[in-house]
Structures are given as C-alpha cells and as structure tokens.
C-alpha cells in the first residue's frame, strides 16, 4: 500500500519560488509516473505536473514554464520546483499516481501573497 508524505509548503510573495517534495512508501515507486496535484476550495482537483517512470514530463499550461517536476526513484521522492508563483497558485498540492490515484496524503499548502 502507497503511503505519500508532502511537505515544502509555506506563505510566499508573488514572484516567489518554493520546492516540494513527496517521499513514497512502496517498492513499485520506480515504475510508477508520478504527479503533482492541487486542490482549491470550489474547484476540482488538477493534476499540475506529472513525470513517467524514466523522467518524461509533462505540465499544465497554467504552469507551464514556472514549475518544474522531477524525481529520485533511489530516494522514492517527487519533487516541484516552482517559480515566478502567483497568487492563483494557492493551493492544498498533493502528489499521487497519475493512473488511478489513491492513498491521498495531507497535502502540503501552499499560499501566494503578499
């Protein structure tokens, strides 16, 4: 059973950056694409960047260009780089599988502000 764990979260200005991370429990991790989620109040979860087992990656074009999603399969961790944030980037970000999510962790915040 996958357990996810996020965190990197935090308050920062517009124009700001922060980096994410997810540490997976499993041994399938390596094998697995991976995503970043994210969630608001009111809206449906978006699946924001997802990266393939050998590091192909794909994104949103709401953040494409600003965030960047990689991974260490030897430390089963997914991380977000993400820069240039605006405020529409509040949100509660989440990692999971891209096929058939599950086990959701707590989420890491993340709020643009000034």
């Known amino acids: 059973q996958v357990q996810l764990v996020e965190s990197g979260g935090g308050l920062v200005q517009p124009g700001g950056s922060l980096r994410l991370s997810c540490v997976a429990s499993?041994?399938?991790?390596?094998?697995?694409?991976m995503g970043w989620y994210r969630q608001t109040p009111g809206k449906e979860c978006e699946l924001v960047a997802r990266?393939?087992?050998?590091?192909?990656?794909n994104y949103a074009d709401s953040v494409k260009g600003r965030f960047t999603i990689s991974r260490d399969n030897a430390k089963n961790t997914v991380y977000l780089q993400m820069n240039y944030l605006k405020p529409e980037d509040t949100a509660l970000y989440y990692c999971?599988?891209?096929?058939?999510?599950?086990?959701w962790g707590q989420g890491t915040q993340v709020t643009v502000s000034s």
């Open positions: 999971n599988l891209v096929y058939n999510p599950r086990n």
């Open positions: 499993g041994s399938t991790f390596s094998i697995n694409p």
């Open positions: 990266i393939s087992s050998i590091g192909t990656t």
